[in-house]
């Protein structure tokens, strides 16, 4: 009996490319073995060559016939992701596929190279920024798609534009709820300006609800002990699922010919954390159009980088 969604429903996706930050593990792993799956060729584009040779031999040998790529992008260096926008503009003519999914949760406050909060700077301004250097390439596609990987963490973020560098106010899932915030609100906000501007793109977001993956790396012991481990399963299985049905979330949102430019995709059940990718609402925070457009400003501001759509 059907009970949602799988990769099963997706349509081919051979001549497309699609690019997948984070592609070396965890959902970004699978997003690409998903893609691959449907014959896309895939762009990993991670910063540790390693883990991102591994994850592409894992899904070549999976996958017989598949075109992946490795591409170097360290999201928190803007000389990166420069590089690195540049590399797939030689290759590519256009990009039919961009899932902005790598995404850090620090510890501790950090900065980037260039300054900015680490958070902050990786998941909102390094995708900012990649997003605007290959724009011109997927205008170039008959109808791209930009997926952006959201968290239900997104609902607890505040942007306090007084203290972006998060001197006085840092705290970890604060950090995290405000980068997360901030993907969403740029999400709708350039869906909003494709349309506007007469694009056939389209902007979306989809969650991977709760998710076994990399991005708790940094938290402490007990936390990573309890989303592991497991002698626990008989009770975290309940909301929360393994990296391949974490994916379909995005999957759904990067393949569904049902989709539509502004929409965002999740579990459903368990509180929202498992259960197949549905159509879900995004909090009112994620909609607020004056602070999505002012966060856009700062990202042209920051990064240098203006978003051409043409």
Avoid at 60 to 77: F, H, N, R, T
Avoid at 131 to 139: E, F, I, K, V
Avoid at 236 to 251: C, H, K, N, V, Y
Avoid at 271 to 299: H, Q, T, Y
């Amino acid at each position: 009996m059907k009970t949602g969604w799988t990769l099963a429903d997706a349509p081919p996706q051979t001549g497309r490319v699609a690019v997948v930050t984070g592609a070396n593990g965890g959902i970004g792993r699978e997003a690409a073995r998903g893609l691959a799956t449907l014959g896309a060729t895939v762009v990993l584009a991670c910063r540790n060559a390693e883990t991102a040779a591994a994850a592409r031999d894992d899904i070549v040998a999976e996958v017989p016939g598949a075109e992946v790529e490795i591409l170097d992008l360290d999201l928190a260096s803007l000389d990166s992701v420069r590089a690195a926008a540049e590399e797939i503009r030689r290759c590519h003519p256009r990009i039919d596929v961009l899932v902005n999914n790598a995404g850090v949760m620090r510890a501790q406050r950090d900065l980037t190279p260039d300054g900015f909060e680490m958070d902050f700077g990786t998941n909102y301004l390094g995708h900012y920024a990649l997003t605007g250097l290959l724009m011109d390439r997927l205008l170039a596609a008959d109808a791209a798609r930009i997926v952006t990987v959201g968290s239900h963490a997104h609902r607890a973020g505040n942007i306090d534009f007084s203290d972006l560098p998060m001197d006085r106010t840092f705290t970890s899932a604060g950090a995290y709820s405000r980068a997360k915030l901030a993907q969403m609100l740029f999400s709708l906000e350039l869906d909003r300006r494709l349309k506007a501007a007469g694009a056939t793109a389209i902007s979306l977001a989809a969650h991977p609800g709760g998710t076994r993956t990399g991005v708790m790396r940094e938290q402490n012991k007990f936390l990573q002990w309890a989303y592991h481990a497991p002698s626990l399963r008989w009770l975290t299985d309940r909301f929360i699922m393994d990296p391949p049905e974490g994916a379909l979330p995005i999957l759904r949102a990067a393949t569904d010919p049902k989709v539509s430019g502004g929409q965002y995709y999740g579990p459903t059940g368990s509180f929202g954390l498992a259960g197949p990718p549905m159509l879900v609402e995004p909090s009112p925070k994620a909609k607020d159009r004056a602070v999505a457009e002012r966060l856009w400003d700062i990202g042209a501001e920051l990064t240098g980088i203006s978003i051409d759509l043409g």
